[in-house]
């Protein structure tokens, strides 16, 4: 039993594939949360497929960003935040942290499955999005799409993470991620279309679906990146490190 | 200790009028049956077997009065020590919850950690573990300082946690390959299939951890937990919610692992568990370590306490010295 072992931890490479294969088997286990975030966009994209609801949302690609940003917002938010709330809860990172595996392990193996899950909800919504309005996109404009849903992922994420950070309970979380998740649907939806008035489209455009919504636009329409869209990119970016911070900041591994 | 689910194990000693009926009704026996012990070398023979008989009979063998022989025989010189834990103490906020707490374990010893709920058992624990920093004092698991090499230490380190805290919807065999692997063990499958063979798990390999029952939960619990071959075994509370059966199976395990010169330190209420796996115990309350011993000697040494004969119902048991010590008033 002693085995007086050498004193080093565990080959990385070992730890973060075991992570890795998990947290890959929960997520494919969890095809309630996994369908969910891929039917809210095609819901979307089914629902604005007349010209007047198209044209109302902006055009095609506004909707097809908006219908991608959906998804992520449900599935980062929804259940990314809520998953980690519940393991926390039932003590699952407390047991992970007990083995030799470093900390930062275990959360980066949970985001990346997620980043990934993000990517192939991404794409499903892209084919049937330009598929549905007739656009047709080179490859590169895919790999930008792609790119954008890993800003946009990171972005949700991130304000995902900070919810788990600021609230311990798992019932908090939940009620707090569903309340967050239909504001910004609603800030997104209306606010964008101008229904609210100039203030409200405003405040609706450079909220974080607004942005993703607009980054998605541009990068399907890439003739016309104006100054807005790296304005939009930037204020991507300062979401991501914002909520991050506070996420790693005030998380807590024990819900205790 | 072997796995003997089938024996008597009465909770008093024998006493001495019982022990010598038996030896009488034995002795009886073999004299009518034989020659009557006519060379020195049978009538060894003969107290040999008795003496065998006496021991099966009333199951001394893993009772304290030989774990405490077992307990005498490990010597705490540097080399033997795997646990050293010097003056520890934890605090949440302005709240003590451990404070200037000692002890160490030697190899293959198991140590037991008593005390009501909220005494600072897990908070020790939790320290030990790396999971908590602790306000003062220091950990050295075989040597390595657990708060300077917390990686290090984990890794030779077994934890078995109180509450079930694996993923849910992960299968028996995809938890046993994650902490494998998180240990830096890497099994292959047919490594994996004969131990969930010998943890008596290999039927349920592809049932969702949730869909187990509570033996089996907890002998998964361990087989994860001891997958590195660790120098040291952690185990709060683990036969807590477990049939007679799945304990006795436990407490089985707990022993082979000793046998392969692991150490352990286990938490408990249960004073039935002390007596028949640790060779030491420790009674902790409000932070302070309040003796360390082993449970027979634990008993002889408050057994004429006021305090301890206040809550004793005849003979004095662990349970008495442990309330006696620790008072009567239920904790939250």
Redesign the interface.
């Given at each position: 039993?002693?085995?007086?072992?050498p004193?080093?931890?565990?080959?990385l490479r070992?730890?973060l594939?075991?992570?890795l294969?998990?947290d890959f088997?929960?997520l494919l286990?969890?095809r309630r949360a996994l369908l969910i975030s891929t039917i809210l966009p095609l819901f979307i994209l089914f629902t604005t497929n007349s010209d007047k609801a198209t044209k109302h949302f902006g055009g095609a690609l506004f909707v097809i960003g908006l219908a991608i940003a959906y998804g992520l917002v449900s599935a980062s938010i929804l259940g990314y935040a809520l998953a980690v709330a519940r393991?926390r809860e039932?003590?699952?990172f407390?047991?992970?942290?007990?083995?030799?595996?470093?900390t930062w392990t275990i959360m980066t193996s949970r985001l990346a499955i997620q980043a990934l899950a993000n990517l192939l909800n991404t794409i499903i919504v892209v084919i049937v999005g330009t598929r549905l309005h007739h656009i047709s996109l080179s490859l590169g404009q895919y790999c930008l799409v792609l790119a954008v849903s890993v800003i946009g992922g990171a972005v949700f994420l991130s304000i995902g993470q900070a919810l788990v950070g600021l609230m311990k309970s798992a019932d908090s979380v939940n009620a707090a991620s569903r309340v967050l998740v239909i504001g910004l649907i609603l800030l997104g939806t209306f606010g964008q279309s101008g229904a609210l008035g100039a203030t409200w489209e405003s405040i609706a455009q450079w909220s974080p679906v607004g942005a993703v919504m607009t980054l998605f636009a541009a990068v399907l329409h890439l003739s016309s990146w104006y100054s807005h869209d790296t304005l939009t990119l930037l204020a991507c970016g300062g979401y991501i490190v914002v909520f991050a911070a506070i996420g790693v900041r005030w998380f807590q591994?024990?819900a205790r | 200790m072997s796995d003997r689910p089938e024996q008597v194990r009465p909770d008093r000693s024998p006493d001495r009028e019982s022990l010598a009926e038996l030896i009488a009704q034995e002795l009886s026996a073999r004299i009518s049956a034989r020659d009557p012990l006519a060379t020195v070398e049978q009538a060894r023979d003969v107290a040999t077997s008795i003496a065998d008989m006496v021991l099966d009979r009333f199951d001394v063998r893993s009772r304290p009065a030989v774990r405490a022989s077992h307990a005498a025989q490990v010597h705490m010189d540097d080399s033997s020590v795997i646990l050293d834990v010097r003056d520890l103490s934890v605090a949440y906020g302005a709240k003590k919850a451990v404070e200037g707490v000692s002890f160490q374990i030697a190899q293959a010893e198991i140590f037991g950690l008593l005390g009501p709920n909220g005494a600072g058992k897990t908070s020790t624990l939790s320290a030990i573990e790396g999971l908590i920093k602790p306000e003062s004092g220091a950990v050295f698991l075989d040597g390595v300082d657990v708060r300077i090499h917390p990686t290090q230490a984990k890794a030779k380190l077994g934890v078995q946690l109180q509450a079930t805290s694996f993923q849910a919807q992960l299968t028996v065999k995809q938890i046993a390959r994650l902490y494998a692997g998180l240990y830096g063990v890497a099994l292959s499958d047919d490594e994996l299939t004969k131990s969930l063979q010998e943890i008596g798990l290999e039927a349920e390999a592809s049932k969702p951890f949730k869909q187990l029952s509570g033996g089996q939960q907890q002998r998964l619990s361990l087989y994860v937990a001891v997958v590195h071959q660790p120098t040291l075994l952690l185990l709060d509370e683990p036969t807590s919610g477990l049939d007679p059966q799945s304990r006795r199976q436990l407490w089985g395990r707990i022993e082979h692992i000793r046998q392969e010169g692991g150490s352990i330190l286990l938490t408990t209420h249960s004073m039935e568990e002390v007596e028949a796996v640790c060779d030491r115990v420790a009674i902790i309350d409000h932070g302070t370590l309040l003796t360390t011993e082993t449970p027979q000697n634990l008993i002889e040494k408050h057994r004429d306490d006021p305090a301890v004969r206040r809550v004793a119902h005849g003979e004095v048991t662990l349970e008495d010295v442990f309330i006696g010590l620790t008072g009567s008033a239920v904790r939250e």
């Open positions: 039993m002693n085995s007086h072992q004193a080093a931890g565990p080959p070992l730890v594939s075991s992570l294969r998990a088997a929960v286990k969890n393991d039932q003590g699952v407390q047991r992970l942290r007990v083995t030799p595996a470093p591994w024990d | -």
